[in-house]
């Protein structure tokens, strides 16, 4: 049954993409979805709640699709949802958006994702993956470690800023200032917005300086109000994965994506079964938490045993 979804997936069919994603959402991905994925570019769009991520995703994805591209988007941040709306200074409308079949929109829980958050998004992200899709955005609020896991995850992460949010720039407070491919100052509109863009290049002045021949994110000041900077931030997007692939860097990430994906299923699962276990006095991992308790065994031993018996 999940190899005809796939199937139909792969053909386009949005029934059967919706379906996918809520049985990854689940925890139970299909398995026979991950061969077929990997061929779509991610970008990772956070920053601070209200600092314009669904906007300019919106935005982006309108301009994204006047260039032919198909898009995906994945929404982790439920107090925004895609409904609704227009794009404001943009020709394109929701109502197009909504109605488009090379656009597919999904809003996910940032809770009670089975298996975690960051798994059930990535396994998400991969039903559009397979599906064909060959720009997907990931919009996930920069704070909470796995929230920020999510964005890295994403071959091009953007980072948005927005002016007027108290002093300073959020994105140095909330410490994603340095995962940033793309920055973004959104609302440009603002009267403050000048004074943000330069804030945040003087925060970037001040740390590491990119090496010779390696990538140094742009600033760009946008305004999905105006309909102003969207195409640069698009530009900014492309140009930052058409560098990733000439200069071989596109696979040293990827690979660094897939170590921690990997990482972070496992963590999972050994603390689920730690966690199921514990539940039932007597068990096998009852008695290690009460030997260590009781110092007959180092913690280490306990771990030994736990990943060897369990
Ligand atoms: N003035 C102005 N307001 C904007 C712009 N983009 C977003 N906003 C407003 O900022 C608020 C938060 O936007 P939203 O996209 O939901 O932010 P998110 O929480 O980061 O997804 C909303 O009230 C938007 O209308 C913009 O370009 N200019
Ligand atoms: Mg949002």
């Not at 689940?26 to 077929?36: E, F, K, N, S, V």
């Not at 988007?73 to 949802?81: E, L, Q, Y």
């Not at 994965?241 to 699962?269: C, H, N, P, T």
């Amino acid at each position: 049954m999940p190899n005809d979804l796939v199937s139909q997936a792969m053909a386009g069919n949005a029934r059967a993409i919706a379906r996918l994603m809520t049985l990854a959402e689940r925890g139970q991905p299909a398995r026979a979805l991950y061969g077929h994925a990997g061929r779509a570019h991610i970008a990772g769009v956070t920053g601070v709640p209200g600092s314009g991520k669904s906007t300019l995703v919106r935005a982006l994805a309108g301009q994204a699709r006047q260039r032919g591209l198909r898009v995906g988007v994945v929404a982790i941040d439920p107090s925004s949802p895609f409904s609704g709306g227009a794009i404001l200074g943009d020709r394109i409308r929701m109502a197009d958006l909504s109605t488009d079949d090379g656009v597919f929109i999904r809003s996910m829980a940032s809770r009670g994702a089975m298996g975690g958050l960051s798994a059930a998004a990535l396994d998400v992200v991969d039903v559009l993956d397979a599906a064909g899709f060959d720009l997907i955005m990931i919009e996930t609020v920069g704070v909470g470690q796995d929230e920020i896991d999510i964005a890295r995850a994403a071959h091009t992460v953007c980072v948005v800023s927005a002016p007027g949010m108290g002093d300073g720039v959020q994105a140095i407070k909330s410490g994603i200032l340095e995962i940033a491919d793309v920055h973004v100052v959104s609302k440009a509109d603002k009267p403050e917005a000048q004074r943000t863009v330069s804030d945040l290049k003087e925060a970037l002045s001040l740390g590491e300086h990119p090496a010779a021949g390696a990538w140094t994110p742009p600033v760009l000041a946008s305004s999905a109000d105006q309909g102003s900077g969207i195409g640069e931030v698009l530009d900014a997007i492309l140009a930052h994965y058409a560098w990733l692939q000439s200069s071989a860097q596109l696979a040293v990430r990827v690979r660094a994506i897939a170590g921690r994906r990997l990482l972070k299923v496992v963590e999972d699962q050994v603390r689920n079964r730690l966690d199921l276990q514990q539940a039932r006095a007597g068990d096998h991992v009852a008695q290690l938490v009460d030997r260590v308790a009781r110092h007959e065994l180092h913690p280490l031993q306990a771990a030994a045993e736990f990943l060897t018996n369990d």
